[in-house]
T-cell receptor, first 112, second 113 residues
Framework: DQQVKQNSPSLSVQEGRISILNCDYTNSMFDYFLWYKKYPAEGPTFLISISSIKDKNEDGRFTVFLNKSAKHLSLHIVPSQPGDSAVYFCAASGYNFNKFYFGSGTKLNVKP | SAVISQKPSRDICQRGTSLTIQCQVDSQVTMMFWYRQQPGQSLTLIATANQGSEATYESGFVIDKFPISRPNLTFSTLTVSNMSPEDSSIYLC??????????FGPGTRLTVT
């Protein structure tokens, strides 16, 4: 039973436009959410996180939105750059951070 | 942040053999994890490596197949035992940092023939 889902396996966006990556979860006990970027042949790199007490967190071009009632989070990248082309994973954890559940990833392609 | 290195970066192994993967962190960390990413799939937690005690395994993973050592707060090993082609995956070491961020090593790409 997959508790964190990324229903879009891929997304293609023009350079300079907004990229929106979505993630849904089923466990209402999740307390902390993270987004990672992964290039081929590398480990995932932490991008941005959000705690359940917030509904938005912003870091430069990256903003994560959390809708707890819908059990949905999204990552916005504005403006998108070709270097953003990678696989993006969302992950969720309970308050004690002793286990993280990952989505299946969305492959983002930013076209020049 | 934490810098994590893994050895080997990749290996091709024969069925029935074992491979030990090493994970080294540049700072002391409390929580260290081992993940597996099978082709085209998400990251799956294998176990939490506990310093000075037995690892905590997730459902579907057992110590006989994936023995883990954690001799200190900067180092851990994962052994994939009696390998079969189904064990072909990327194995990733991860740590949980003090700034509420999770860091990953570069991964070990294992192919079992």
């Amino acid at each position: 039973d997959q508790q964190v889902k990324q229903n879009s396996p891929s997304l293609s966006v023009q350079e300079g436009r907004i990229s929106i990556l979505n993630c849904d979860y089923t466990n209402s006990m999740f307390d902390y959410f993270l987004w990672y970027k992964k290039y081929p042949a590398e480990g995932p790199t932490f991008l941005i996180s959000i705690s359940s007490i917030k509904d938005k967190n912003e870091d430069g071009r990256f903003t994560v939105f959390l809708n707890k009632s819908a059990k949905h989070l999204s990552l916005h990248i504005v403006p998108s750059q070709p270097g953003d082309s990678a696989v993006y994973f969302c992950a969720a954890s309970g308050y004690n951070f002793n286990k993280f559940y990952f989505g299946s990833g969305t492959k983002l392609n930013v076209k020049p | 942040s934490a810098v994590i290195s893994q050895k080997p970066s990749r290996d091709i192994c024969q069925r029935g053999t074992s491979l030990t993967i090493q994970c080294q962190v540049d700072s002391q960390v409390t929580m260290m994890f081992w993940y597996r990413q099978q082709p085209g799939q998400s990251l799956t937690l294998i176990a939490t490596a506990n310093q000075g005690s037995e690892a905590t395994y997730e459902s579907g993973f057992v110590i006989d197949k994936f023995p883990i050592s954690r001799p200190n707060l900067t180092f851990s090993t994962l052994t994939v035992s009696n390998m079969s082609p189904e064990d072909s995956s990327i194995y990733l070491c991860s740590v949980w940092g003090d700034s509420y961020e999770q860091y990953f090593g570069p991964g070990t790409r294992l192919t079992v023939t």
